[in-house]
């Protein structure tokens, strides 16, 4: 199954590729692994979700916020990538 078929399942729609905030390299990879650097919960471009875990934010919030970031990246990782994705594991 097709990554963009898998994700068509999920009902799960990519944001475009973020544009840096500051200045540094959103991405580097180096073999098969890929670093990040400024993930951040953002919807429609905007900061969703900010604080402290247990303190400002919900355990709740912290899973939305964390899927954000991962929907984020994982857009960002789509478009490095031009669409050779092959697999998508997890939800």
Known sequence: MSFEVRLKELHIELPPPP?????????????????????LPMRDGQLAFSGKLGCDLMVE????AARLARLERTGDRQSRNSGRWTELHGS
């Open 19 to 39: 544009q840096p905030l500051a200045t540094y390299v959103p991405a580097i990879q180096a073999g098969t692994f890929l670093f990040l650097s400024g993930v």
């Open 61 to 64: 919030q912290g899973m939305e």
